[in-house]
């Protein structure tokens, strides 16, 4: 006998442009680059579209409603969630690390990138609860192929990112048939911050044959992703990590056997530790890019989970020419590198 406090399904979902219009939706970081991506997306769904950080956006989007928060603040988020009358979709999207081998930094540095990308996301979905389970709403988790593979660079954030996904699989289970959990996992994205840090479209272009689609995301693509799991279309999802990475990357070893990606005999020469054929970061695809998941310069200020904590600045530490790796030595924008707590970061993805 099925479950009678499930959500009934509504099946005007078929009209993309209106299928999630009356609902309110929060974006955590999503005021540049991915995060804005996505509001924008939620947006033009028809939803209502509210986004936080710890800064306002530089440029605002049109549509969007900014309030200044600090995610890593429970009692600030606790009583930003009690003041909305509505909350039908949670995006967890805020977070970001800086470039910093194990050894460079003491635990405390490395807990900080886990509060950032774990413990905060938590707190939100806790302090959205009650809202969500009045409006049998849904949380997307912006996860990153950083916490399926070694991160080299940010073990904490690829730490961070695995229990994020661990923790949205447990909320699906838990908070059923209530609220809808689930995770996209992010790769290398295009935003505003690619040029920067590749060299230009050059570098941007080869960064993108790494990739089996040929090309990175641009946010739109996340956006889209993301409206999807939040809609009725997906009434039936819960508890799953959809995979936004055009295909993930070309196996390093094709390239050592001269086997590249489609159309290229060889696959970009990728050190261990050295520049990319733009000279600037690692190329492989650990993660989403530039401002994959909302944090860093790419994607609004840092805290809410954005943009820096400190004076503007790269924070792309050991990296040719100032310009750090996106997204833990990947590739395709400003990596998933922001500050934590007045640490420089890079744009994280």
Known sequence: MENSTARPVDNSWHDPAG????????????????????????????????????????????????????????????????????????????????????????????????????TAPLTASLAAYEQLRRSRGSIVMIGSVSGGRPSPG????????????????????????????????????????????????????????TVPLGRLATPVDVGAAAVFLASDAAAYISGASLQVHGGGEWPAFLGAVGRGPAGDPVAPERPADGPTASGKGRGSSDGPAACAEGGGPADGPAAAGEGRSGDPGSSREGWPGGAG??????????????EVRGERRGERG
Not at 159 to 177: F, N, T
Not at 194 to 202: E, V
Request: aromatic share 6%; charged share 20%.
């Open 325 to 338: 790796p996106s997204g833990e030595g990947r590739s395709g924008g400003a990596g998933p590198y922001q």
């Open 19 to 118: 299928s999630l219009r009356g609902h309110t939706v929060l974006v955590t970081g999503g005021t540049r680059g991915v995060g804005a991506g996505i509001a924008r997306a939620f947006a033009d769904a028809g939803a209502r579209v509210l986004t936080c950080a710890r800064r306002p956006p530089e440029q605002p989007l049109d549509g969007v409603e900014f309030t200044p928060l600090d995610l890593r603040d429970p009692l600030a988020v606790r009583a930003f969630f009690d003041a909305l009358p509505r909350l039908d979709v949670l995006v967890n999207n805020a977070g970001g690390t800086p470039y910093r081998r194990l050894l460079d930094a003491d635990a405390e540095r490395h807990a900080k990138v886990l509060e950032l990308n774990l």
């Open 154 to 209: 940010s073990a904490a954030y690829g730490a961070a990112k695995a229990g994020l996904a661990h923790l949205a699989a447990s909320m699906a289970v838990e908070w059923a048939p209530h609220v809808r959990v689930n995770t996209l996992v992010v790769g290398m994205v295009r935003t505003e911050q690619s040029a920067a840090h590749y060299g230009g479209p050059d570098g941007i272009a080869a960064v993108a044959r």
